[in-house]
């Protein structure tokens, strides 16, 4: 059982369309992470948010982290197909070097 | 540029050899981990590290240890290798005790046969 369970697995759009992806737990964490993966490659953090409530933006990204701390979602504004990757949440607990991730969300955006 | 570097992008290995994965950050972050990518698992962390000498398990860390005699280096040993243990190994290195998240590698895909 994954403590952050990640919702859609996967997506399929078409260019220009908007989307988002949350991240849920009935756990508190004291800060969430958002990753990027391409194929082949390493996930890249995209954000943190660390208080209850915050929202940050990454150009067309928007990133929520809910108001108890326990779930966060992403919006993407006119995807592109440069968006194309698997997105990772990540909740970070108290103790910092335990990270929990979330088993992903896989977007295709086609042109 | 920060970086972590992993040695080998794809290795192939015999069922039953010893397989070194080997991992390089120039950070100097204090903690390093390793995890295995799997479809449908995401990401699993089998061991890390927060110091030079210093090794904690993860969730996974049956049939793989680990070295870190140097606090840049972090090394993944597969005993004997299985072909249960096919699978992509990330690295990742964080600051100490902070709220900063990971800089992953860019993986080593590894097939056992």
């Known amino acids: 059982t994954q403590l952050l369970e990640q919702s859609p697995q996967f997506l399929s759009i078409q260019e220009g369309e908007n989307l988002t992806v949350y991240c849920n737990s009935s756990?508190?964490?004291?800060?969430l992470q958002w990753y990027r993966q391409e194929p082949g490659e390493g996930p890249v953090l995209l954000v943190t948010v660390v208080t209850g409530g915050e929202v940050k933006k990454l150009k067309r990204l928007t990133f929520q982290f809910g108001d108890a701390r326990k779930d966060s979602s992403l919006h993407i504004t006119a995807a592109q197909p440069g968006d194309t990757g698997l997105y990772l949440c990540?909740?970070?607990?108290?103790?910092?070097?335990?990270?929990?991730f979330g088993s992903g969300t896989k977007l295709n955006v086609k042109p | 540029d920060v970086k972590v570097t992993q040695s080998s992008r794809y290795l192939v290995k015999r069922t039953g050899e010893k397989v070194f994965l080997e991992c390089v950050q120039d950070?100097?972050?204090?903690?390093m981990f390793w995890y295995r990518q799997d479809p449908g698992l995401g990401l699993r962390l089998i061991y890390f590290s927060y110091d030079v000498k210093m090794k904690e398990k993860g969730d996974i860390p049956e049939g793989y240890s680990v070295s870190r005699e140097k606090k840049e280096r972090f090394s993944l040993i597969l005993e004997s290798a299985s072909t249960n243990q096919t699978s992509m190994y990330l690295c990742a290195s964080r600051p100490g005790a902070s709220r900063y998240g990971y800089t992953f590698g860019s993986g080593t895909r590894l097939t056992v046969v």
């Open positions: 950070m100097d972050h204090e903690n």
């Open positions: 990540a909740g970070v607990t108290d103790n910092f070097n335990k990270f929990y």
């Open positions: 756990s508190v964490f004291s800060s």
